[in-house]
Every structure is written in C-alpha cells, then in structure tokens.
C-alpha cells in the first residue's frame, strides 16, 4: 500500500487549465480516461480516447448535468478498501472497476458571485457531484490520489514518468490534505454567501437571517500567500493569507515592484497607510506617512509633492523608517524626495517611469502599487482573535455628512475652520485611542495617538508641533489656529484647554459625555468654534 498504479482515471474539471497535458501524461502510462460533458469534449479533442462517466455507470447524465457521477460505479469504484476481501467481492458482483486517481476542480461559484450573477445562475453553480468525488476519494487516499489543483499537474506528472505510472503514498497524503482545504473553502464560500450576500435576494427576505447580520457559525477559509520572515518580533512566526473569493482589494494584493520581502510589521502598518490615504482617494493630492500603524503626517495640497512636504514637516523624526502612501500616481520629483529619507514602504495607486527610476536606486526600499484605491465607505468586517476566541465587528466606514454636525458653541466656525475640523476628524479615524489631532490648511499639525488619557494625548500633540516648528524654523507651531478633532467626547474640560493652550480656535468632537455643558462652557468662555458629530472613532 505504498506505491500504487494508475490503471484509471476520472477527470472532470470547470478550470480546464494545463487538462490536456496532464491527460496526455496519464494516457502516456497506459491509464484508461474516464470523463464527463465539457472535459470529455476537450480531451477528444486533443485527439486522446476517453470513456464517458455514462459507459461507466450506465446512466446518461440527466438534469442538466446535476447528476452524473453520483452513482455506486463511481463512488465505489473509489471508496473501496482494495486489500478488503468484502469490498473485492461487492466490486466484483456488481462489476464495479477501481478509480486510482480523480482529477476535479469544482464550479465556479465564487467566481459566479463575483461577476454579479443572479440568485440562480449562482445556485446552479453550487456543485455536488464534485465534491463528493473529491471527500470519497480523499478519503480513501490509501489507494487512490486526488488531484484539485493545477499546479500539482506537473508535480504529478513527472511522479508518474518517475514510477512507471504509479503514485507514492506521500504524495497522496498530501494531494487527500490538499483537497478538504479545497473542499472546506469551497463550503464556506457557499456558507457565507447564504448568511451574508443572499439575505436580500432570499425569497425569504432579511428574516431568513434574523435580527443580526452575523450567522450563528462563521466559516472561514483562506489560502497562504507567502510566509513571512517573522511575526512582531523575531521570536515570533507570520504569514500572510488571502480570502477565497474573488474581489478583495487592498495592501494584501497589492503589486510589489521592488524592495525586500515585506514584514509582518510592513503589512500591518502598510494597511494603516493604505486605509487612511484612502480617505482622500476622491480628494485633492494628499500624503500619508505612518509610524508604527499611527499617522505621524498627514497633508493634503496642490501637488503631491508639496502634499509630501507637508506631511513629512508635521514629524520629520517620526517619518524616519516609515511608510508612506499617497492617493495619486507618483512622479519622477516626488519620488527623488521621499529617497532622501530612510523609508520602509512606498503606496501608490501607481508611478510612472520616472519615478519607478528615482525608487529603483533605493533597492530595499519596497514600492507598493494598488491600481485604484479601496473604497472607504465599503462595507466588511474585522477581525481580533482574543484568547479562546475571535471578535467580529463591521468596518469603521462612518463618514461625516456635514448638514447633521451641530454646533454647540456660540461662535460658528468659519469655512476655513469647518475644513479643518473635518480633515483632522478623517485623520483623528485613524489614530489609535485616545486620539488627538490638530489640523491648519489641509496638514496634520500635531498627532496625539494611543495614551491612557485624551489630556496627555492632547498635550503630546502640542509639544509634537512645537518640536516640528522649531526644526523647520517656523516663528509659531502649526496648532496656532488649528482645529483639534478628539476621536472621543472630552470627559472633562481639561482636555479641551489643553488644545486652547495649543492655540486651536475650533473642536470637533462627538459630544454625548454626562460633562458636555461644562466643556461647551469652557469653549465659549476661550471663543471657540465647537461642532459635535455624534459619531465616535475609538481604534484599539
């Protein structure tokens, strides 16, 4: 029960990729070709002999090919113990002839769902018999091989030039692992498209969900993209792995043109860019630069370049062996200026030649391109596992819809304010709580991430764009007539003096503390312009 030859075949597969040269290395050995509608047709086409799945059962297929090789010649032709002495005996009074190897990809159904077909059209395209070949076989990989993926044709095919057509059962072992991972995506896809993408268009309606969007069990399945060389820290192991359905978009598919491979701290605080700079992907040029998954500058201008020079004035020592990620194709100029700091990782929806060049001569230096920007409002969920569990929230896609802010304070803010206010509160999103950010003119002029307190956050901002200023040369800090977004209300008044004592001239914040009359006082009193949201951006 080590090697075993391949005597017969079953193919029958959507992805016809690679089919025939594989069909053409069985036949090479002598194995009998047994197949089914489209993948017979192809393979007599190529001029090879083959037996349809019909001859074998003696039943045409019939509803539409829904049943074809659910049938006891198929099945027990590949679940029988072939060294049990009752399993030979049933194979041989009803003439059952073993199957050593069944190559199957299933329908294409989340490729069906990702071209928008109709509720039909993507049932039609939950395949059965597939499966089921591929469970029996697999589970009988003692003495049959099961092959679902075309890359392991070649594999395969030079085993068999190897052995004189026979598998070994390593291969095997690991061909059976393969297909339930195939199997087990190919379920969930299907599972999470009835909990999720098909509550509307259910002749059910929403009821057939409930009151809650989250089914009560989740599949998930995701293929490795690649190993990373570590986790966090070194001692830790990574890799990076993609979602098994077509449309996702973001940092993890995004195209690497050069660089080193990435970390998992690369990935990480690259998504952070990413998911901020796509903020502003219908915006004027803007720039991101992160710092461990926290935006350190962040400015938007007429040109990219002037957008960069901004950012990087906000916290130029931050930005040191950061990430950078703008929201328009990058140029020869741009490019040359970002060189001359020590970055990690460069985003962009693209980069023309030039700038490809300028990169180039910075060769660990990692340049990301992403086509068109991800969409900030998209619908989704996060994930955090805890221990013994896994958390699941809908995305943070919460976006400002400036006739619902209120303003409580006295003084209105004035256009340029209100702008401020609104490109701090898009940055201040972003920002791990407690966040505090000040804005003037379209840059980020302090950044307060992730203290215990908004005060300390708050103060931290203000001595961050005091430090920027007096490394630029400039006569005052950025916050002087800033606008100061708090991702939370402030608890207290102290909070909000302290951005007063900063130089800020308008607040925005979601309001809704059991103190919210004594901050709206302590506003009016310093002659602030103050506008509640009602939205709050905790980011933990």
Request: net charge negative; aromatic share 6%; charged share 20%.
């Amino acid at each position: 029960m080590t090697d075993i030859a391949i005597r017969r075949a079953l193919l029958s597969v959507s992805d016809k990729t690679g089919l025939v040269d594989f069909a053409k290395a069985l036949a090479a050995h002598g194995t009998e070709l047994v197949s089914t509608g489209g993948t017979a047709k192809a393979l007599r086409e190529a001029g090879l002999e083959v037996k349809d799945i019909s001859d074998l059962t003696g039943f045409p297929e019939m509803m539409d090919g829904r049943v074809k090789t659910l049938h006891p010649m198929v099945h027990g032709g590949l679940l029988a113990v072939r060294d049990n002495p009752e399993h030979t005996a049933a194979m041989e009074e009803h003439g059952i002839g073993a199957i050593d190897l069944v190559c199957v990809n299933l329908y294409p159904f989340a490729q069906t769902v990702g071209k928008g077909a109709d509720r039909e059209t993507v049932i039609e395209n939950i395949d059965i018999g597939g499966p089921s070949m591929v469970r029996s076989a697999a589970k009988n990989h003692n003495y049959v091989a099961i092959v679902t993926d075309p890359a392991d044709y070649g594999a395969i095919a030079e085993e068999l030039s190897a052995t004189g057509g026979k598998t070994g059962m390593a291969t095997r072992v690991k061909l059976a692992a393969k297909a339930y991972a195939h199997t087990a995506a190919y379920d969930s896809a299907i599972a999470n498209w009835f909990a999720w993408n098909d509550a509307f268009s259910n002749p059910l309606g929403q009821e057939a969900l409930g009151a809650t969007p989250f089914p009560e069990t989740m599949p998930l399945a995701f293929a490795r993209k690649e190993t990373l060389r570590y986790g966090e820290n070194p001692h830790q192991s990574a890799a990076l792995y993609l979602p098994q359905a077509p449309g996702a978009a973001g940092i993890a598919q995004a195209e690497q043109l050069q660089g080193k491979a990435l970390s998992y701290n690369n990935y990480n605080d690259a998504d952070a860019a990413l998911e901020l700079v796509s903020e502003f992907r219908d915006g004027p040029p803007t720039v991101v630069i992160v710092k461990h998954a926290n935006p350190c500058g962040v400015a938007s201008a007429d040109t990219v370049l002037d957008a960069y020079k901004a950012a990087l004035a906000c916290d130029s020592v931050s930005a040191f062996g950061g990430i950078i990620a703008v929201n328009r194709p990058l140029d020869g100029e741009t490019a040359a200026a970002i060189t001359e700091l020590f970055t990690e990782v460069v985003i962009a929806p693209g980069a023309d030649d030039a700038a490809r060049a300028a990169f180039a001569r910075k060769k660990n230096l990692r340049l990301l391109i992403t086509g068109e920007l991800p969409d900030p409002k998209r619908d989704g969920f996060m994930f955090k596992t805890v221990a013994g569990g896994l958390l699941l929230q809908s995305r943070d896609n919460g976006v400002l819809v400036e006739s619902e802010l209120k303003v409580v304070t006295k003084r209105q803010p004035t256009p340029q304010e209100l702008a401020d206010c609104q490109f701090a509160w898009t940055v201040a999103k972003h920002v791990k709580s407690n966040a505090i950010v000040y804005a003037r003119g379209g840059s980020t002029a302090g950044v307060g991430a992730g203290q215990m307190n908004r005060l300390e956050s708050a103060r931290i901002a203000a001595w961050k764009a005091r430090d920027a200023a007096e490394k630029a040369g400039w006569s005052e800090p950025r916050t002087i007539g800033s606008a100061v977004a708090s991702d939370a209300f402030f608890p207290f008044a102290d909070g909000l003096l302290a951005a007063v004592e900063a130089g800020a001239t308008a607040v925005i914040q979601p309001g809704g503390s059991i103190r919210d009359d004594e901050v709206i006082a302590a506003a009016d009193e310093a002659g602030l312009a103050m506008v509640f949201t009602g939205m709050r951006h905790f980011r933990h």
